[in-house]
């Protein structure tokens, strides 16, 4: 399974000319993993086509790539090793670029969220301060100075970012079940 680079996802949403980011479409996505969409019957395409495009269909290559997100996105919320990697623009970009797409994705995750939480089930104090947080770092200064300590403290934010949504996870997404492989041997 590959993953979908954000350039890729980037260049397919410029196609469809479907006016949002990569890191907001990942981010939408995300939110509504955590927020306990059932990840197992298609629901997300609905929910996302509905926030993202006013419920319109979306192109094929664009509705594969996003079907890919969101699989890859769903492994990795479920694996036991906390690899989830937040789709943001690249490294190479300027500080103010990747401080723009970190707090489209935050924003995104939120709505996301509140869409994915769709059996209503109650959020728990420290989620709730979780997403207040996350709102808080929708709003981050994009006037970044681009320099070593403010590349270390914005890398420190995308660690909180990643480990925010990871928590979110764990008290409100649904877990999938790993395929499983057949030990037979033929």
């Not at 927020?35 to 993202?52: K, T």
């Not at 500080?95 to 109650?122: C, H, K, P, T, Y």
Request: aromatic content about 6%; proline content about 2%; some cysteine.
């Amino acid at each position: 399974m590959s993953n979908v680079t954000w350039q890729q996802l980037t260049s397919s949403l410029n196609m469809a000319e479907l006016g949002a980011s990569a890191s907001e479409c990942h981010g939408i996505i995300c939110g509504l993993i955590c927020g306990g969409i059932n990840v197992e019957n298609g629901s997300w395409l609905g929910a996302f086509n509905d926030l993202m495009n006013d419920g319109i269909a979306l192109p094929v290559d664009l509705k594969k790539d996003l079907a890919q997100v969101f699989s890859n996105s769903c492994n990795e919320f479920s694996a036991d090793d906390y690899q989830l990697k937040l789709l943001l623009s690249d490294d190479e970009q300027p500080l103010s670029d990747r401080a723009v797409s970190l707090a489209q994705w935050s924003e995104s995750f939120m709505a996301g969220f509140a869409i994915g939480n769709e059996s209503g089930q109650a959020i728990s104090k420290e989620v709730k301060e979780t997403l207040a947080d996350l709102s808080q770092i929708s709003q981050i200064d994009t006037q970044i100075t681009d320099d070593e300590e403010s590349q270390q403290s914005f890398e420190e934010i995308i660690e909180y970012v990643r480990m925010s949504a990871l928590f979110c996870f764990a008290e409100m997404g649904k877990k999938i079940e790993p395929e499983k492989k057949d030990s037979k041997l033929h």
